[in-house]
């Protein structure tokens, strides 16, 4: 059974930093891109960041870029956003996303559309107050 399961999310001061993980099992990790979305309510989910564990690349939206790095540990089949400088606008629930890595050229293309991923996680909350 393919399962994604976020964790890591809480309450952060502006200008703090939290590390969210999604650890993954039931698929060859090692074979896919692993996405981070965000949403709040009533708008549309955003996708992030995103990183292609077979090929290395790494992508991030123009909102996150400079404040939020994303990492990969094989041995532990989990991905990992290191969230610095962190705003009140980042507030929302985070999920991670995984899809099977296909000809490298596509991820530029997908990595922040929702409907290309398979397989989802349930969220973590990261709620951002002064």
């Known amino acids: 059974e393919v399962q994604l399961v976020e964790s890591g999310g809480g309450l952060v001061h502006p200008g703090g930093s939290l590390t969210l993980s999604c650890a993954t099992s039931?698929?060859?990790?090692?074979?896919?891109?692993i996405g981070w979305f965000r949403q709040v309510p009533g708008k549309e989910r955003e996708g992030i960041s995103c990183i292609s564990v077979r090929d290395g690349d790494i992508l991030y939206a123009d909102s996150v870029k400079g404040r939020f790095t994303i990492t990969s540990d094989n041995a532990r089949s989990s991905v990992y956003l290191q969230m610095i400088s962190i705003q009140d606008e980042d507030t929302a629930t985070y999920y991670c996303?995984?899809?099977?890595?296909?000809?490298?050229?596509?991820?530029?293309?997908?990595?922040?559309?929702?409907?290309?991923?398979?397989?989802w996680g349930q969220g973590t909350q990261v709620t951002v107050s002064s």
């Open positions: 996303a995984a899809v099977r890595a296909g000809v490298r050229e596509a991820l530029a293309r997908y990595a922040f559309l929702d409907y290309w991923y398979d397989y």
């Open positions: 039931g698929f060859n990790f090692g074979d896919y891109v």
